[in-house]
T-cell receptor, first 113, second 113 residues
């Protein structure tokens, strides 16, 4: 079965640089979510999109933005990177017809030096 | 605000023993509850989703129950195996949105041969 795809899997950036993370949801899933998981912490919700429209917003810094495109893939853009942004970033997708069970991708490990 | 708590934080059992993992949540109007498994540095694998109208869900050796009145969910893993060693997280939607998952801190399980 197809799963959520995230790219890149690993990313190393310097402080104040910009990073773009990509997510390809499971086909026919209508909702995409982004989560951030710091070292030793549980995942924290950042933002979600339902049918390409932003549906919910969590504790996402103003330096971050995200969008979902016409082909349903989503991108998380992170600017002015800080050391504290080093974390695992997960994308998840769900379908209304499946009770909104969220399926997570493998994550992108971002390291800010 | 939905708060999710998991006790114990860590658990070690010998192979073959049944595992019982507990999850508590504060908002009894929970939309659904999801159990995940996470291996170190890896993504989250969805194990079971229990809808608010359900009392339990089963998949193979896994059984999860949901008691909304007491704010509790329990994940049972029968006849544990060393391959079951991982961190198990439960998550439920926040009070203001069905899409924003609030995670517990997880229970780290070690199954010894």
């Amino acid at each position: 079965a197809a799963g959520v795809i995230q790219s890149p899997r690993h990313l190393i950036k310097e402080k104040r640089e910009t990073a773009t993370l990509k997510c390809y949801p499971i086909p026919r899933h209508d909702t995409v979510y982004w989560y951030q998981q710091g070292p030793g912490q549980d995942p924290q919700f950042l933002i979600s999109f339902y049918e390409k429209m932003q549906s919910d917003k969590g504790s996402i810094p103003d330096r971050f933005s995200a969008q979902q495109f016409s082909d349903y893939h989503s991108e998380l853009n992170m600017s002015s990177l800080e050391l504290g942004d080093s974390a695992l970033y997960f994308c998840a997708s769900s379908a209304r017809t499946s009770g909104h069970e969220q399926f997570f991708g493998p994550g992108t490990r971002l390291t800010v030096l | 605000k939905q708060e999710v708590t998991q006790i114990p934080a860590a658990l070690s059992v010998p192979e073959g023993e049944n595992l019982v993992l507990n999850c508590s949540f504060t908002d009894s109007a929970i939309y659904n509850l999801q159990w995940f498994r996470q291996d170190p540095g890896k993504g989250l694998t969805s194990l079971l989703l229990i809808q608010s109208s359900q009392r339990e869900q089963t998949s193979g050796r896994l059984n999860a129950s949901l008691d909304k009145s007491s704010g509790r969910s329990t994940l049972y893993i029968a006849a544990s195996q060393p391959g079951d060693s991982a961190t198990y997280l439960c998550a439920g939607p926040t009070t203001d949105s069905w899409g924003k998952l609030q995670f517990g801190a997880g229970t780290q399980v070690v199954v010894t041969p």
